[in-house]
């Protein structure tokens, strides 16, 4: 028996032998076509499999009903499989591991040829009978492509020709015949193709992130551009070129790089037995590394030679600004990965992401962010900006600010709870939204085995891995992300010599960042002749100009921005000046009365100090236009220096390297194809400039941290917040003491400094309600502050409640809430107008400068007042606010008789011209306000009249706020308590003037508590508790067309409960939004802005212009909405709510869902309370409470319905099944005529008890 084995096993070798000779036909003069029919039973038999891995080894989608199996054939040929009864259609990859890094110098896209030659022929099958023809001819597609480091054959076909095609490939890649006719006409089409890429930027920005790849000089590849090798490659003959593509296919296709992937109906075992069959015997040259340069020089990372070199490329189509960080390779780069976090941190959808910051500014149109991570070949990290016109002038500006971004990021701990989400959020896209086509399957399968180098049990089929990364592992990933790995492109559409500087001639915002800093050596000098900065033209006042002036001058008040060297130099000084400050503290205990004379002293400087600085701001004025003339004349200069060598680089333009007078920019052009690209060494001073801007926001971000054995915080919203939280949120009843004590109990002497001066002025009355948000993360380098001055609130007669009665100042001049309304308006254009001066420094500098009236409709209980919103840095924010408190004491010397008359006829006309063109949406929420308050103020916006508003009206007004007004704030931003209390104080002590006799210091304002007992917050249900009233409004609008319809739902009341409702509701419809494919539904939970009591549900809808179509569309979502009301299930309830408890800490500070609540109520709410009952109301909530208040919707109060069309089809009348036919009338609207029809139903959500329904 053994012999008989052993000559059985005998017998088999050499038929295998002879089978593969009659493969190839060769030696023994058999046709090809019956040779592989002779081998075809033999190999059958010798296929075995090195290994194989099923399909419980991978991690597969909840969607995804594949089966899979992984092969490594004997010839260590790389093979999965993919069944699924479900695929229509057959797709057949083979990715081969030569790509475009081994083009030859003199011979690039030779790879490419080498590819496309293959399919032009074989010995079993004649040339006219190619492989691509084949394809198209069984209604078939074939793509081919080439990139860094593979080549890449994809087809698609019928699933009844997988047999077939698998034999023509295999064929293909065995015996290729390469026939002369048919490969002379592909090199005519290679030729054009090379010229074409020769001209296409994206192209030459690849090649030279390939030849970064490499450890030697910058440019040794890119000689392929230059003249000399145009002209050497054009010499090569067509033979020679044949040849060469015959050699790089005899010595560089193997096997051994070869991963071929199949996805069909068929089942696993006839795929297993057609790839067995015709693939087995491709040869095997036993190579594992075709890349012709030392791999080992790319893994371990090196070190680039192009470091602080900016590339200029010449673009075809957009202007794109490009950084290129290179990075070791990631050993498995799935998406959870340490680059997937920082590309979530600078692409995150909030408004303090990079993206968004940059998108505002108008510097970029889009940001692109990806990783490229290869284990044999190069390996970086990209951001992308798609930039604009003005984006183009702010490069420089770009680069700064993202490497703030990027610093902030890296000096934050790692946010786990972002991780969390992160893998929370790809684990369900996985599950249920990844693409598993069998195009996509193998694509996945491509890029994770043969591109990234995953092992196969890595290997995920239908998207990406999801795994935890160690907090390591990202901190050493950040680390790379430096300013020394940095590479810089730059690819332009308007491609000139002036544009060739750009980095050296953007003066950018570091000037901005430094206003009103100390300076030592490691700073930048702040530059007094910013331009950006100078007050813009057009100004004759003399007064206005001094106020552009003074916007400039140095704040010694904001002198608390130091460096850590300045810090360290001055610690005996401070040490020295604690002393002083204890013992004056003992001398002001004892002598009260000499106390006051020293306030009348400090009263007498300030004036000599307003005198001196105006003295300085003349001097500087001088200065600056001596200044300005001195930089004209050099600008002159350059520009005729660049003229000329404009000229030498036309006279000349086939030279490869032009001289220029900046030694470290290098001109390289391509004349016969148009191609031109430069070199630009960044200069050190640039790279300073950034790492010092750094270090300044670093500067500025102190953290506060909360001390919870303080007595001095007692009650207060603080203790609900955690002391590790990234922001800090401060009441002005424990601004004073918080700070104090934090001062004096601070170790740290950098606070000792200006401990004396906050606690001499920390007495003046500041607000009646202040939140201070200091976000240490917040990535953009700017602030954001908000100022609400609001009257205190008129009592209103039972008989006339239209009628003012006695406020705590007697307006003379206004006597109705109509006047009252029409007066703000008019006096906020006032305040406009004399603050232009103010908003155009700050829209110069890129920021933001608002002011807006509040009306008592909008914010639902809150007093009539005006709202101020400024965006910039702090130093520019202090100054502006500083400017505006005295524009606004003094609006009678600014805004004339005349000019009010002008301001208040341009008002009536825009009210005119808006009410023609409103849309029906529109129209309905103003109506929907209108329906329920007692004053209906919203109809103000249709029938303003402001004719009889009176000069008096708006000084008395602006008098009453200056002298009596209650003031709240908001300050979002990077910045420490004490900045934000300068910035906040500096208003207040200029509206209310000590000096002036009409302006006296009110002793103190009203405590927080009574401030919010004159607040009287509106229900509209507080006198129908009984009553299910339904109203139905039969009003035309002028706009007869309407593009958004609206379903509105507004909440009674905001508690935790009716948050724990918003956020299970809301979680729920996005299942139910999936499920019905309601694409153009958008559903959002109130408060909106200026609409703080209007908490509740709105529903959205866009689409055509056509009224009937959307009509139609609005009942058919209305009656989706009820279904699913009326079916949601007891076990898909429960799954929600463990879901969301899972959320650790939920509620204790505000997320997603509570941080749209803090801005718009303040202190008018207990909303801390809120927040810390959110946790365990959503516990307590059961399913019962949840459904009866859901059927509350339904059945209840009153609802909305918005749209044009009377419908009457059978969705309607079951919407009227939960109706009452009950309907009332609102005939004071009915003056609105035109044509079409307005439904209007309301109904206020009351979360209740499951027990007493």
Known sequence: MRLLHIFWLFTQIVLAFSANKFKNGKKLNVISKFSSCLAKPIITKLGRTVNKVESSSFIKSKIDGSTYKFMKLQNQMSVFLVSNNDFEDSIITLSVGVGSVMD?????????????????????????????????????????????????????????????????????????????????????????????????????????????????????????????????????????????????????????????????????????????????????????????????????????????????????????????????????????????????????????????????????????????????????????????????????????????????????????????????????????????????????????????????????????????????????????????????????VDFHKDNFSILNRDEGIISELNVNTPVNNNLIVPNQNNKTLLASKGQNSVDSQIEKDSYLIQEPKLDFMQDQEQKQEQKQEQEQEQEQEQEQEQEQEQEQEQEQEQEQEQEQEQEQEQEQEQEQEQEQEQEQEQEQEQEQEQEQEKEQEQVQEEKSIETNPSSRIIGSKDKDIEFRTCPIFNNKYIVEKISDDFISQVNSAVSQIHARSIEFKIRRRNKLLGNTPLLNFSSSASYRIYTPTILKNAVLDYLSAESSSKFRSFYKKIKDNIDYPVYSSFIFFNNINYQAPSATFFLRIMLPEPKKLDNNKGVLNRPMIDMVHTKSIKELILSLEVLVSCINYSARGIIKQMQSIEGTFLISSILKSELGGVPYGIEIKIKGFLGSIFLAIRSLSKKILHLN??????????????????????????????????????????????????????????????????????????????????????????????????????????????????????????????????????????????????????????????????????????????????????????????????????????????????????????????????????????NIQKEIFYQAKNKLLLIEDLGSEPGSYESRLLFQITSRISIFNVLREINPSLKTLDFQTFINTCYLILNSQKFLIATQQNSENLKWEEIQNYIPSEFVSIKDLDHVTSSGVCKFIRIPIRLIDAQKY
């Open 104 to 492: 030859p110098e003199e011979l690039p896209g030779l790879v490419s040829l080498v590819q496309e030659s293959l399919c032009l022929g074989t010995y079993r099958f004649f040339d006219h009978s190619n492989l691509c023809n084949f394809i198209v001819s069984i209604n078939g597609e074939i793509d081919m492509k080439v990139y860094e480091r593979n080549s890449v054959f994809t087809i698609k076909v019928g699933n009844q020709y997988i047999s077939t095609v698998l034999d023509r490939l295999s064929d293909m890649i065995r015996n290729p015949s390469f026939p002369e006719k048919s490969f002379f006409a592909k090199t005519t089409e290679y030729s054009g193709t090379f010229e074409s890429l020769l001209n296409n930027s994206e192209f030459l920005f690849q090649c030279v992130i390939r030849d970064i790849s490499l450890d030697d000089h910058l440019f040794k590849r890119l000689n392929v551009l230059t003249d000399k090798s145009i002209k050497e490659a054009r010499e090569i003959s067509e033979i020679n070129l044949l040849e060469q593509v015959k050699n790089f296919y005899d010595q560089q296709y193997s096997s051994s790089i070869m991963t071929l992937v199949v996805a069909s109906k068929h089942s696993l075992a006839k795929l297993s037995k057609e790839v067995v069959l015709n693939f087995s015997l491709v040869k095997n040259l036993n190579i594992s590394n075709p890349l012709p340069f030392d791999l080992a020089k790319i893994v371990r990372h090196p070190h680039l030679g192009v470091v602080g070199n900016a590339i200029y490329v010449k673009a075809s189509s957009i202007d794109e600004l490009i950084l290129e960080f290179p990075i070791d390779y990631q050993e498995v780069l799935w998406d959870s990965s340490p680059s997937f976090y920082l590309e979530y941190l600078l692409k995150d959808n909030s408004e303090k992401s990079l993206s968004n910051f940059l998108i505002k500014k108008g510097w970029i149109l889009k940001m692109e962010v990806a990783t490229n991570s290869h284990r044999y070949a190069f390996s970086n990290f990209e951001i992308r900006f798609l930039l604009t016109s003005k984006g183009i002038e702010k490069i420089k500006s770009i680069i700064q600010v993202t490497f703030i971004a990027l610093e902030h990021i890296k000096s934050s701990p790692v946010d786990q709870e972002i991780l969390a989400e992160i893998k929370q959020i790809l684990k369900y896209k996985f599950d249920y939204y990844f693409d598993v086509s069998p195009k996509q399957i193998s694509k996945q399968i491509i890029d994770s085995f043969d591109i990234k180098g995953c092992s196969p049990e890595e290997v995920l089929i239908a998207g990406n891995l999801i795994r935890s990364s160690s907090l390591e592992e990202i901190s050493a990933f950040l680390n790379k992300i430096s300013i020394e790995n940095l590479v810089v492109f730059v690819k332009l």
């Open 893 to 1126: 010397r600014i805004v004339s008789q005349e000019k009010f008359e002008e301001i208040k006829q341009s008002i009536q006309n825009k009210v005119k011209s808006e009410n023609i063109y409103r849309s029906s949406s529109e129209v309905s929420r103003l109506f929907l306000k209108s329906i329920f308050e007692e004053q209906k103020t919203s109809i103000l916006f249709l029938e303003s009249d402001y004719s009889s508003i009176t000069y008096e009206q708006i000084l008395e007004l602006s008098l009453l706020l200056c002298n009596n007004g209650s003031l709240e704030g908001a300050f979002l931003g990077n910045a420490n308590p004490v900045q934000a209390y300068t910035i906040l104080n500096q208003f207040i002590l200029g509206i209310r003037n000590r000096s002036g006799k009409n302006n006296q210091v009110s002793p103190k304002l009203s405590p927080i508590k009574n401030s919010i007992q004159t607040w009287k917050v509106i229900d509209p249900l507080c006198c129908r508790v009984n009553q299910n009233y339904y109203y139905l409004n039969k009003i035309s609008l002028n706009n007869s067309i309407n593009s958004n319809s609206l379903l509105y739902v507004p909440f009674s009341y905001l508690n935790s409960q009716s948050v724990v409702f918003q956020i299970l509701f809301e979680y729920l419809f996005a299942i139910f939004k999936e499920k019905h494919s309601l694409h153009g539904v958008e559903v959002e939970f109130f408060p909106n802005v200026n609409e703080a009591f209007h908490i509740g549900l709105a529903i959205q809808l866009s689409g055509p212009d056509n009224v009937a179509v959307l009509s139609e569309r609005v009942l058919d979502v209305f009656h989706n909405l009820i279904t699913f009301i009326t």
